[in-house]
């Protein structure tokens, strides 16, 4: 999967996920933007990727930010190859808990964020004539747990951004969302800690993967990268789950 002479961007690229994908996008060759709102994780993690990393701060729901840190990216490196939509924010709350606020925020980082990211990053790809966008999604655009009706509904809408964009900019550039199930990631331990009781929340969303446990986030970055590759050339538009299993087994007593 080399990439070499490539240049990757990754949104909350500092940690997490983001992390995960940037190390073995790295680990193959590539060059890789890291952009973040988190400064100082951003620019601690970038020094491990020497001179084919750079960290650049920006919030991606700025679109001046966004077009200044594309254009910052593309000059460094000399263009943009792959584009990883990872950046994301959680709100706990249902339909009719949640405030506009929250609903505006969350929309603005998982869904406004990433509009804006393809739309600075393609016209690069366009002037090469090749290019991939890879959205994270999630598995809860399938499955949904309790008390998050903004994420939920985030996660969806990425999947149609997947299609809309291997649709508008075929055959040259391709998109694919990766829907994750739990990763074991600061986002997650924050959300356990934020529980009554984060032992239990953490074991309960272990039991609900088949293989019990988590995922590590380098896992994620495997097939993200495998999809961006060479090798994976062959899958555009298509929502592909990453998730332990979750959805699969039906409740009820076994028929002995």
Not at 27 to 43: I, N, T
Request: net charge negative; aromatic share 8%; proline share 2%.
């Amino acid at each position: 999967m080399s990439f070499k002479g490539k240049t990757i961007v990754i949104t909350g690229g500092a940690k997490g996920i983001g992390a995960g994908c940037a190390e073995i996008f790295h680990r193959e060759d590539g060059q890789v933007v890291l952009l973040d709102v988190d400064g100082e994780a951003g620019a601690e993690f970038s020094k491990e990727l020497g001179d084919r990393g750079i960290f650049i701060k920006c919030d991606i729901s700025s679109e001046k930010e966004v077009e200044q840190a594309f254009d910052q990216a593309a000059t460094h490196f000399g263009g943009i190859d792959v584009l990883v939509n990872n950046a994301g924010i959680l709100h706990y709350a249902t339909v009719t808990e949640t405030s506009e606020k929250q609903w505006d925020s969350l929309m603005n980082v998982n869904l406004k964020g990433a509009f804006f990211c393809a739309k600075y990053a393609i016209p690069y790809m366009q002037q090469q004539e090749t290019g991939v966008v890879v959205n994270i999604s999630s598995v809860q655009a399938y499955v949904t747990q309790e008390n998050v009706a903004a994420y939920a509904t985030s996660k969806a809408a990425l999947i149609g951004l997947t299609r809309s964009i291997a649709v508008d900019y075929a055959p040259d550039i391709r998109s694919v969302a990766i829907c994750p199930g739990g990763v074991d990631t600061p986002l997650n331990k924050d959300a356990f800690k934020k529980s009554a009781d984060p032992v239990r929340a953490r074991q309960e969303t272990i039991d609900i993967h088949l293989v019990k446990r988590m995922a590590r986030q380098e896992e994620i970055g495997e097939l993200v990268a495998f999809v961006a590759s060479e090798k994976g050339s062959f899958i555009t538009g298509q929502p592909i789950r990453i998730d332990g299993g979750i959805g699969l087994k039906a409740a009820g007593s076994k028929n002995d």
